[in-house]
């Protein structure tokens, strides 16, 4: 038996075009998810929405469509803490994902050392009221203590208007912070606006890596990377704009796929990558942002 898909739920694009934008050769997409196949991997029983099936080998032939070399596969909170079907893409992969875990706090340090060799690499730390309920800063900062010895960082997703509370928490963390969709902007905001630059200011503070993704979550007006548009989300270009300038060797890119939570449309993923050269305008940031960032973080040592 399997559960049915939360009314509206928007699938994957099943046929996205082939970019225009050549991805540079050693390209990462560090940011994307694998649901299921919920017969072979059950969805957890706390989960707040019930996904379509999105398999590895269905990420694995996204990836050689857009011209994508490596993936890191975020743990997806419809997964609860069981890593299973993350774990086995990319144990899949051939060493070409790594990946990112949700444990709980009682996690043995021979759980993470299994999860280390099958290529985690990091944790995510989920502040977003609608996917998950709150956990006590105590118990995220016990299992932030328990993979830092590993070398391993913490993934933090959380909304704009949350980060005056949570950035001392955060700063307390004795590892290095990566954050999910830029912090979330508001952007009908200006992008000088204060709570844009109180982002940017934690950013630099801390050291933090960001991953510029998600303009289809974030925008507002629009135009949706759909039907050719070659101007998709102009509204979220700024912000992306600045932080890749500002923080050229901490960004990274992530297609967000399958794109979970969408409700008012599915973007064509071949769009998305054809945003990237909107938000990194030169091949040299394309190349930080796109490769040797994401290499230094996920694959230190390796070339692309
Ligand atoms: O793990 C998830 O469930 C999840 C959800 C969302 C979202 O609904 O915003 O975004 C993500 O990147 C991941």
Known sequence: MT???TPGWLDWHADPSTPRFR???????????????????????????TPCD?????????????????????????????????VDAVRASGGRARGVATVRPEVS??????L???????????FVRRLVDAAPHEALSTIARKIAPLGWHVVLYFEAADLPELA??????????????????????????????????????????VKVSCPERLSVSGPPALHGERHAYTDVVPFARRVVTEFEDRVLWGTDWPH???TDHMPDDGLLVDYVPRI?????????????????????????
């Open 23 to 49: 991805l540079p050769p050693g390209t990462v997409d560090a940011h994307c998810h694998v649901f299921g196949p919920q017969a072979e991997f059950p969805f957890a029983p706390e989960r707040k929405y």
């Open 280 to 304: 990194a305008e030169t091949p040299a940031l394309q190349r930080k942002l796109l490769v040797d960032n994401p290499m230094r973080l996920y694959w230190p040592g390796e070339t692309a």
């Open 260 to 262: 979970p939570n969408l």
């Open 168 to 209: 001392g928490f955060f700063g307390s963390l004795p590892a290095p912070l990566v954050v999910d969709h830029m912090g979330r902007p508001d952007v009908r905001k200006p992008v000088d606006d204060p709570e844009f630059g109180r982002f940017l200011r934690f950013v630099e503070r801390n050291d933090v890596w």
């Open 116 to 126: 280390d060799a099958a290529g985690v690499r990091g944790v995510r730390f989920n």
């Open 54 to 86: 999105a398999s590895k080998e269905q990420l694995f032939a996204l990836r050689d469509h857009l011209g994508v070399s490596r993936n890191v596969i975020v743990q997806a909170t419809c997964h609860g803490a069981d890593n299973s079907a993350m």
């Open 3 to 5: 559960a049915p898909k």
């Open 109 to 114: 340090e021979a759980e993470l050392r299994e």
